[in-house]
């Protein structure tokens, strides 16, 4: 029988974040940890988090003109050679298989890091003329990078994403697609996980291997340091003259596409962890969270009569789309539940009973700010769908009003090293785009380029490294 004791009490995020972010994964029951180092077991919660978020993510992807495929985990040495720059980036984190059965291989094999290298070799036979353009796929799947530092969720060696890749006619239609693309995890992120985020281009030394341009979102979580939540990239033609993705144009002379590849993973998991959850445990936003209404009757006097109300509420929530369940073991006090459901981060709870019962009223107690209040059990499908909204957006504007109040002005790496000391968070600061100097804050600092965002300061202003007068500002912060 399970421990019926009350959920342990988590470690502060105030005086050890690391711990508090391992604890919830863990007493949340979001995952355990996988016999190889570096690898996770995601258990159905966590699981059914993830479910939530590829169903409303891969909604927007198809409702842009994507059709879903899938390409195979192993991808031949020679396919990964032929793009220099993008084996250079991966070649860290690559693993190889080098035998099959009993007998060594002829030429190695890598466990998918990404896929760009096998679709293309596919894109190459399947596009012959400019009628097969756009092509446009996503693929969900996992992925292999050999990780040295691991933390569930956020940096694992295999993790489980969805890759876009897609080829166009011209340039300009490919960068639309970036930007298009970047758009849809923008508006995910926000509008579903909660999460505010900046919008932007990566500098050069931190864009994707092989691409043109990469853009990104970035978020911040409570400790003050970014996540990187979304990329996107044009990566030109700089793969399809390497795999020879040409189409005959309608002058029927033979060009080389020019193709994007776009990507989201279960680290966004780890970034809803520290973006909403408290010392309380895990807290979900409604649109995401795998329960977002728990009922538990507190069982005394007229038990089967508060049973039987509190199923017939849940069947009337669920046939309006609501994810609800009702907890009526007898074996657990409703104190014990009250703390379990908190911890698993349930948007909202219901108490009932049989006083409730009399007075036509029941209990509903918020997760995210731990109110409660006394509402009339008439018309409670409607008041729980309106609960539920208004807790989604409450959650973003608080992530929102954080990320405000952690982003700073800084004009010099002396100020930079000074905010970090007191307060982390994210630092516009002016930037002459030199790499060198992006190099030296990083190496003073240990904040990078997070991205520059499409919105930018007015006016201009001195480097924050050199001091060269510029009208290109960056964010920094240090970042997972």
């Not at 895990?282 to 038990?303: E, H, N, S, T, Y």
């Not at 729980?384 to 004009?411: C, R, S, Y």
């Not at 994210?426 to 030296?440: P, V, Y």
Request: proline share 4%; aromatic share 10%.
């Amino acid at each position: 029988m399970e421990d019926k004791k009350f959920v342990k009490e988590i470690q502060s995020k105030e005086e050890d974040y690391s711990r508090w972010y391992l604890d919830i994964v863990k007493k949340a029951d979001l995952m355990d940890y996988g016999p190889v180092k570096g690898t996770m077991v995601i258990k159905p919660y966590g699981y059914a988090i993830w479910e939530n978020m590829q169903k409303e993510l891969d909604s927007r992807i198809k409702e842009t003109g994507h059709d879903n495929a899938y390409f195979p985990l192993l991808i031949p040495e020679s396919y990964l050679q032929k793009e220099m720059s993008h084996v250079e980036g991966f070649a860290p984190e690559v693993a190889w298989v080098t035998q099959g059965g009993n007998e060594p291989l002829e030429e190695r094999l890598v466990v998918r890091p990404t896929s760009e290298t096998i679709i293309c070799s596919m894109m190459s036979q399947w596009i012959q003329s400019y009628r097969d353009l756009p092509m446009k796929l996503n693929q969900w799947a996992n992925v292999m990078r050999w990780e040295k530092s691991t933390k569930p969720f956020l940096r694992t060696s295999e993790f489980l994403w969805q890759e876009g890749h897609t080829a166009h006619s011209t340039n300009e239609e490919a960068e639309e697609e970036a930007l298009t693309m970047l758009e849809v995890y923008r508006s995910f992120v926000e509008e579903v996980l909660a999460m505010p985020v900046i919008v932007g281009k990566k500098t050069e030394n931190e864009k994707f291997a092989g691409a043109d341009h990469t853009y990104s979102i970035e978020a911040l979580m409570s400790d003050g340091k970014a996540l990187q939540a979304g990329t996107s990239h044009n990566l030109g033609q700089n793969f399809s003259k390497v795999f020879e993705i040409q189409f005959s144009d309608q002058n029927n002379t033979l060009q080389y596409v020019y193709q994007t590849s776009w990507g989201s993973s279960t680290r966004m998991i780890g970034g809803l962890i520290m973006t909403h959850s408290d010392d309380r445990g895990l807290a979900l936003p409604p649109r995401v969270a795998p329960i977002q209404v728990v009922i538990v009757p507190i069982l005394r006097g007229d038990k089967e009569g508060v049973k039987i109300k509190a199923q017939e509420i849940a069947q009337q929530l669920k046939q309006q789309g609501v994810r609800v369940k009702v907890d009526d073991r007898e074996e657990y006090t409703p104190g014990w539940k009250f703390n379990e459901y908190e911890m698993r981060g349930v948007p909202i709870r219901i108490e009932l009973g049989p006083k409730d019962m009399e007075k036509g009223q029941f209990v509903l107690a918020r997760r995210d700010t731990g109110e409660k209040e006394f509402l009339p059990l008439a018309n409670i499908v409607e008041t729980i769908k309106i609960k539920l909204d208004q807790i989604q957006e409450d959650m973003f504007n608080k992530a929102k009003a954080f990320m405000e109040t952690h982003t700073f002005e800084v004009n010099s790496i002396e100020e930079m090293k000074e905010q970090l000391l007191k307060e982390k968070g994210f630092m516009q600061s002016w930037w002459c785009e030199d790499i060198a100097c992006l190099d030296k804050i990083k190496e003073e600092t240990g904040a990078t380029a997070r991205n520059i965002p499409f919105k930018q300061r007015e006016g201009s202003g001195k480097c924050v490294c050199c001091g060269k007068e510029s009208t290109t500002t960056v964010m920094f912060a240090r970042a997972y």
